[in-house]
């Protein structure tokens, strides 16, 4: 029942993982590879998504956790001492993750296998898949498109992965006004990540869309700072199967758009009084309105969510990870509850973009909840920004979405539309479209 059950059990079959790559390597060829990569990758998004059924227990306890978080944050603000409340606090977590790993969910199946052919086919002649399999260290470029696969050799995920790590760091020092001179450094750092990580397959890709499929560990690396991928037409999955998915996903019916203001932010959530004046009458939540459970019942079935609030992740427990409401964090456990999330999500918020990897090649985290859920594309942000710079960034994206353009195309020529110094850019770099809507 429980993603997080299913994702971490994936660990028992790594083993058997590794070696089916390899021999596909050996002697398989590029298509088979990408079969054997796609049973091991994201399997717990391929599956229907097993929702909690309804349980006043749970419901009790996430009610609690929400208050004692909430008081916590108050008494660290005020410099008051928090040890008993954070003891309540991982009382009140160890009791709601042991009700979910415990629950049967309502739903069950084991989802469509993977198919190559179709893969190909809905990618049509413009549009690319790069599929990023590790095989004994080093990454397997598998390019997809124009009715077949190619495999080109990169670099050494390693060696990709400290990369990476230096990539993050120079965006986190780019978040504050004075340290445009990190500028030359972090794009340095995305020529050698795209040697890495691209090798020959950069000069493949064409002139369409481009999908990049990272294995797990991979995903914290900003996309669109390779030189290759900059000006293209960018989103990320994280399987091929899950972007087939959000792919065929249709919008619900009606086009309800929902934006929710949370406490604390920088700029006040600027953008979402203008977005709330551009789109006529959208449901607006803000102040006291802003409640994780007035959030939740607007978001079910909306065709469109912007949410201006400040994002946690949680390395130690993923699915705790929270945006901050006005009465308390609202984490993963809730979204899991929607009957069905926002086709279109946007989160202009720190670090909603990290998931931890668990298992044989599996995330979890707030963006890998939605998209099993109804959702069919997701912008959010790998590491910490600046919130004054997102409000233009996000300003512009809407006007690209308002005039018919998918979330990849409107965050790219939002990334065009703001000013070019190193403070916009970089919150650019940091944000990435995720699925195909």
Known sequence: GASELRARATAQGAELAALAQRVSLDSGGPRRLLVWSERWRATVLSAPPTRPPADPALQRGLTAFREIAARAEEARMEGRPVPALEREQRRLEREIRSRTLHMRGEEAGDGDRFDAGRLLERLGDGTRLVELAVVDGRVQVLLCGRGRVRRF????????????????????????????????????????????????????????????????????????LLPTLREKVLSVSPSASSWLRARETEPPPGGRRVLVRGPGLATGGAEVPELADRYGTPTLLEGDDASVPRVLKELDGAALAHIAAHGTFRADSPLFSSLRMADGPLIVHDFEHLDRSPYRIILSCCDTARFASVGADELLGLVTALLPLGTAGVVACTAPVNDAAVVPLMLALHKSLSAGLSLAESLRDARAAVPQDALHQATGWAFTAFGAA
Do not use: C
Request: proline share 10%; net charge negative.
């Open 153 to 224: 050799e990169a670099g050494l995920l390693a060696d990709a992965e400290v990369e990476a790590e230096h990539v993050q760091a120079g965006l986190r020092r780019l978040a504050h006004p004075g340290a445009a001179a990190r500028l030359p450094v972090v794009e340095a750092a995305g020529h050698r990540l795209e040697e890495l990580l691209l090798g020959p397959a950069a000069q493949h890709l064409g002139s369409g869309p481009v999908v990049i499929v990272p294995p797990a560990r991979l995903h914290r690396v900003p996309w669109a």
